[in-house]
């Protein structure tokens, strides 16, 4: 091996190690639920069992399904904008990263900020497929006769979805859209499956990770560190401002929940990156692309230390935005906004 081990480095290793068995119990207990009951908060996109007619009945406040995928949380905004913001943002970030590959050749993998960025780039490749989808069926689901429509609303009525200072006009777009979405839904929501899954995991992973990235760069790097190999430049700035721009803005947008305990996958991407990076330089590499991961210091395991408790203010940053979207636009927009929980 072309990595020398100290005593201290398996403090190290244990750090890395305890993190990884650690978000794999939080994701057995969670993710990996058995059942839902009734007084449960169902948050799992893998535990409920469907009925006999394959359907899953319980949905809520945290489950996801179908619809949430690629539909908006505003009720004026068509799902086609959703599924162009997605695509733009990966046009762009593509763009950037390719432009980034030719400044630096492919060894520019060796950073975090670029493993973040792919990840970003994969979940807007894969929203804008299944929003289009998502699109796709419900306009090739007809919308029911006059009957089924009016009692519809008037079963969303009785249920006090409308406020009672709120207009005939807007009590008809909402039940429309509601309504279309119910048909929707009906015929294509079963459980999110597999892309489905992924998507929303790849989501809440991308949404700490680049909370980490850009904060310790704009922090920490660019103040404080001298690096040969770094150039602050526009093709960094855009690097560590564009990610998190088009993920916020896709999160203002999307109907996705973000619930704390999926910061599991979050710890296990940042796991991954580490071991890669014991792996490059057990194999040769002698470089250190982040000077807190170095192994050949005593300070060593309270570089990991810290760097392991800095993901859950990174992850909580993320989170409290998504609570800020969820509580202030339903007061701001009663009439227009409906929360993604």
Not at 323 to 340: C, E, Q, Y
Request: proline share 4%; charged share 15%; glycine share 6%.
């Amino acid at each position: 091996m072309a990595l020398v081990v100290f005593w201290y480095d398996f403090i190290c290793f244990g750090i890395v190690a305890a993190a990884l068995i650690g978000s794999l119990w939080v994701l057995w207990k969670k993710e990996a639920a058995s059942r839902c009951d009734e007084e449960s908060v169902y948050e799992s996109l893998l535990a409920a069992r469907p009925d006999a007619d394959g359907f899953v009945r319980a949905t809520s406040r945290a489950h996801v399904g179908t619809s949430q995928l690629w539909t908006s949380c505003w009720i004026r905004v068509h799902p086609v904008w959703l599924v162009l913001t997605r695509f733009v943002s990966f046009a762009v970030m593509a763009g950037i990263l390719s432009w980034d590959i030719v400044e630096w050749d492919a060894s520019i993998f060796v950073y975090y900020t670029e493993w973040t960025f792919t990840l970003v780039m994969v979940y807007f490749a894969l929203g804008t497929g299944i929003s289009a989808y998502g699109c796709w069926a419900c306009l090739s689901t007809p919308l029911p006769e006059n009957g089924a429509r009016a009692e519809f609303l008037k079963r969303e009525e009785e249920e006090g979805r409308f406020a009672n200072s709120a207009t005939y006009h807007e009590k008809n777009i909402w039940g429309k859209i509601k309504l279309q979405s119910h048909y929707a839904q009906e015929e294509f929501q079963r459980r999110a499956g597999f892309w489905g899954y992924l998507m929303q995991t790849i989501y809440q992973t991308c949404g700490g990770a680049i909370i980490l990235t850009d904060l310790v760069f704009w922090l920490v790097i660019v103040p404080f560190l001298s690096n040969s190999h770094l150039g602050l430049n526009m093709l960094m700035g855009c690097m560590h401002t564009v990610n998190a721009v088009f993920l916020i803005l896709d999160t203002l947008l999307n109907s996705l929940p973000f619930p704390w305990f999926r910061f599991a996958y979050f710890v296990q991407w940042s796991c991954l990156y580490v071991v890669f990076q014991w792996v490059l330089h057990a194999c040769g590499f002698t470089w250190w692309p982040y000077p807190f991961l170095e192994l050949d210091t005593p300070w060593a395991p309270l570089w990991y230390f810290a760097m392991a408790v800095v993901h859950i203010p990174c992850y909580g940053i993320y989170a409290l935005i998504v609570k800020a979207k969820n509580s202030i636009f339903p007061r701001l927009f009663p009439h227009d906004f409906v929360r993604s929980y």
